[in-house]
Structure formats: structure tokens, C-alpha cells
């Protein structure tokens, strides 16, 4: 089946650089995409998302990155705060309807 | 979110206990999803309804069964639980034509 994954689970970045989280989907026919950040004891919240006619959307301190032809989609936040630190997701839509099929999550660690 | 609320928070039971799980919402959204989440395995979804007459199995409905009382009410439930249904709980809704979906507090159950 189609699948959508994390290349890290687990990135550990200083305060004030930049970050970025990867993520690999393997169906083609995908036409939309989001990443949520999910805190501890919380539900996943919406940061951006991307439809599969753009490259690049860029939001306040965070820019997704989509590239088709490897199948890749990037988040990257810029200038890390200490509350970015959180589980990220991507997720994937293909076809009609609203179901999205998430990755397993990246754990962002800010060091101080 | 204080849109999507979700009840119990945490709940402990017992293995062929039946268990409902809430999840109400105000934001008029026609749309309810119900996902669970397992460490290293992301969100999967159970099932989800695109208005009160409609309700579809998701990739994991096996064990579970759900009721649409409302427009704004979409229930859970567990008919025997077992240990493996031990996981977080979270509810999502979302309104056509947008696809971003926004997610409850979540429920964390622990089946003994």
C-alpha cells in the first residue's frame, strides 16, 4: 500500500538555527499535503500545507518545500525557538474526500 | 483546540469492558473523523463521516463501531476492548471544501 514516512525520527537543533524535517510519499497521485505540529498532551495542530501544483509555500517562520519528481516534501522553520519543540507530521491527501494519510512524526528538540 | 472537545481525557478499564468515547465539536464543521495514535505509528484512521447520514470505515475499524447522533456529536466505541486498543484517541473535524482537519485534546485509554 502507499505510505507516507520520516527520513529522522528524532532532530536535536540549537535555538536560533534553522530546521528542517523531511518527508518521503510514494503516491504520485497525491494533490495535497500538510504538516502539523503536535505538542506534548495535545492534538495535532495545522502549520501549513501545500498543493501539489506548488514547489514552495512559505508561512510565518516556516516554508514547505514540495518536490514531485522525487517525491519529497521538507518543512523547514526558521530561527528555532524553544517552542518548536514538538512531534511534527506530514500528511497526504489522494483523491476526493478529506481523508489524509499522516507519516509516523519527527521529535524536534530546541537546545538551549 | 476548544472547538473539538473530546471525553473521558484518560481512562483506565479492563480487558471485555465496553467503552464509549466522545467527541463533540461547535464549529458547524459537516465533517468527524476518528483516529487513533501508537507510538512510532502516527495517526491511522478509524473511521470518519461526512454528515449525519454517512459513516465510513477507515484503515483500522476492526473492534470499533461509531455513532453520528448529530451534526456536532460523533462517538466511539469499543464493544469488548482488548490490551492492543491501548493507545491515544483523537478526534478531528473538517468543512468542504478545505481539507485541513483540526483535532481534539485526545483521549488516552489503557486497556488492562
Known amino acids: 500500500g502507499e505510505s507516507v514516512g520520516l527520513h529522522l525520527p528524532t532532530l536535536s537543533v540549537q535555538e536560533g538555527d534553522n530546521s528542517i524535517i523531511n518527508c518521503a510519499y510514494s503516491n504520485s497521485a497525491s494533490d495535497y499535503f500538510i504538516w502539523y505540529k503536535q505538542e506534548s498532551g495535545k492534538g495535532p495542530q495545522f502549520i501549513i500545507d501545500?498543493?501539489?501544483?506548488?514547489d514552495k509555500r512559505q508561512g510565518q517562520r516556516v516554508t514547505v518545500l514540495l518536490n514531485k519528481t522525487v517525491k519529497h516534501l521538507s518543512l523547514q522553520i526558521a530561527a528555532t525557538q524553544p517552542g518548536d519543540s514538538a512531534v511534527y507530521f506530514c500528511a497526504e491527501k489522494t483523491g476526493g474526500g478529506n481523508k489524509l494519510t499522516f507519516g509516523t512524526g519527527t521529535q524536534l528538540k530546541v537546545e538551549l | 483546540d476548544a472547538d473539538v472537545t473530546q471525553t473521558p481525557r484518560n481512562r483506565i478499564t479492563k480487558t471485555g469492558k465496553r467503552i464509549m468515547l466522545e467527541c463533540s465539536q461547535t464549529k458547524g464543521h459537516d465533517r468527524m473523523y476518528w483516529y487513533r495514535q501508537d507510538p512510532g505509528l502516527g495517526l491511522r484512521l478509524i473511521y470518519y463521516s461526512f454528515d449525519v447520514k454517512d459513516i465510513n470505515k477507515g484503515e483500522i475499524s476492526d473492534g470499533y463501531s461509531v455513532s453520528r447522533q448529530a451534526q456536532a456529536k460523533f462517538s466511539l466505541s469499543l464493544e469488548s476492548a482488548i490490551p492492543n486498543q491501548t493507545a491515544l484517541y483523537f478526534c478531528a473535524t473538517s468543512d468542504p471544501p478545505g481539507t485541513e482537519q483540526f483535532f481534539g485534546p485526545g483521549t488516552r485509554l489503557t486497556v488492562l
Open positions: 501545500i498543493r501539489s501544483n506548488m
